[in-house]
């Protein structure tokens, strides 16, 4: 089984903040590495697929980066819309997910 | 508009068994697997298990290997996920989602709305 885990569990930050989510997994599992947005009282959403692709409709503060066990989610100018839980998930065996990353907006 | 629509939320009592459904529209029901997600109250997402709708065959998270059972529909593009010997630890919201890939590892795109089974006596 592969172990997802992300850093930090939680983040309060202001808007126009960058912010940046990281997610390391127990083993190599090359791009394999998807990042959802989950709002309160919503279904996960996705955000970037295969560790850097983006996916249409969704804002271009939203970037990712890394492969093999190290990725990263980026938000640039965060706004206030984006307080969110925030998960990664790897399909390169057995799916699994990161714990989360909740972010608050001051 | 690819729509994946699921059955609504249940009260069970321990012991017994819960069977969701999840209706999908917008493409070819045997094209692509279908994954069931777990989110208890307040938690993070933990995947169950898949089937393959053109086939049957199913793949299940060990945790819940021996009391989930994923099928598919091909007749309603429906898929199903059963859930049996409910504990108050079961307590969640279950997600659909489908497992979407061009060549190779699946993301999941899009997700049902949710099903909350709450375990109570």
């Known amino acids: 089984e592969i172990v997802l885990t992300q850093s930090p569990d939680f983040q309060s930050v202001t808007p126009k903040e960058k912010v940046t989510i990281t997610c390391r997994a127990s083993?190599?599992?090359?791009?394999?590495l998807h990042w959802y947005q989950q709002k309160p009282d919503q279904s996960p959403k996705l955000l970037i697929k295969?560790?850097?692709q983006s996916i249409s409709g969704v804002p271009s503060r939203f970037s990712g980066s890394g492969s093999g066990t190290d990725f990263t989610l980026t938000i640039n100018s965060l706004e206030a819309e984006d307080a969110a839980a925030y998960y990664c998930?790897?399909?390169?065996?057995?799916?699994?997910f990161g714990q989360g990353t909740k972010l608050e907006i001051k | 508009e690819v729509q994946l629509v699921q059955s609504g939320a249940e009260v069970k009592k321990p012991g017994a068994t819960v069977k969701i459904s999840c209706k999908v529209s917008g493409y070819t029901f045997t094209d692509y697997y279908m994954h069931w997600v777990q989110q208890a109250p307040g938690k993070g997402l933990e995947w169950m298990g898949l089937?393959?709708?053109?086939?049957?065959?199913?793949i299940y998270a060990e945790k819940f290997q021996g009391r989930v059972t994923i099928t598919a529909d091909t007749s309603t593009d429906t898929a199903y996920m059963e859930l049996s010997s409910l504990r108050s630890e079961d307590t969640a919201v279950y997600y659909c989602a489908t497992g979407v890939a061009a060549a190779g590892p699946e993301w999941f795109d899009p997700w049902g709305q949710g099903t909350l089974v709450t375990v109570s006596s």
């Open positions: 089937v393959d709708p053109e086939d049957g065959e199913t």
């Open positions: 083993q190599s599992i090359g791009s394999s």
């Open positions: 295969y560790a850097s």
């Open positions: 998930h790897q399909s390169s065996s057995l799916p699994s």
